[in-house]
């Protein structure tokens, strides 16, 4: 079975553009999950979407926003983006309880 | 309430020997607590996971405790090697939806 997918894997933009990252979970798993990482603050969780739904949302401003179509698929898209938002994004799939993550797409900001 | 507090940043091991890594949390609406190992470069991966019912699950090397009273869980990695050198992280879960609450991290090292 192959794992979470993430693209792209690598993405360079400068303050103020925005930027939409992608995400395809295992094949059957409903939902889908997006992390940031950063040396400063580590992992925190920004959303949670099922059967199209968003069921869970962290503590983010409303710049950081996403969606799941259909298929599971899912897209995270940061608008007005920040010096502070340069990061590791994580997709994490899961059936049941058990995430399984991507390989993430690191973002910097210049 | 929701943090989860891990401990020791850093941890320095002899190859063969035993890695500790402790978690406490505060929230007791967590009823799922798994660890994941990270690489440089790489996603993390889940480890082994447990719940409140059970205070001790061990999968090859790896062992998780919990103490359920205290609200502290910890990973245990026997006969450790040099390939174990990762960034070890543990987490919490709730029962309304997948949402993980992780810990600090703990850089894990394994000299030969």
């Known amino acids: 079975k192959a794992g979470v997918t993430q693209t792209p894997r690598y993405l360079i933009k400068t303050r103020g553009q925005q930027v939409t990252l992608s995400c395809s979970p295992i094949s059957g798993h409903r939902s889908v999950s997006w992390y940031q990482q950063t040396p400063g603050q580590g992992l925190q969780f920004l959303f949670e979407y099922f059967s199209e739904t968003q069921r869970n949302k962290g503590n983010f401003p409303g710049r950081f926003s996403g969606r799941q179509f259909s298929n599971s698929r899912s897209e995270m898209n940061v608008s007005t983006l920040e010096l502070g938002d340069s990061a590791l994004y994580l997709c994490?799939?899961?059936?049941?309880?058990?995430?399984?993550f991507g390989p993430g797409t690191r973002l910097t900001v210049l | 309430q929701q943090q989860v507090k891990q401990s020791p940043q850093s941890l320095i091991v002899q190859k063969g020997g035993i890695s500790i890594i402790n978690c406490a949390y505060e929230n007791t609406a967590f009823d799922y607590f798994p660890w994941y190992q990270q690489f440089p470069g790489k996603g993390p991966a889940l480890l082994i996971a447990i719940r409140p019912d059970v205070s001790e699950k061990k999968e090859g090397r790896f062992t998780i405790s919990f103490n359920k009273s205290a609200k502290q869980f910890s990973l245990h990695i026997m006969d450790s090697q040099p390939g174990d050198s990762a960034t070890y992280f543990c987490a919490a879960q709730g029962t309304s939806g997948s949402r993980l609450t992780f810990g600090e991290g703990t850089q894990l090292t394994v000299n030969p």
């Open positions: 994490a799939s899961s059936l049941y309880d058990e995430q399984f």
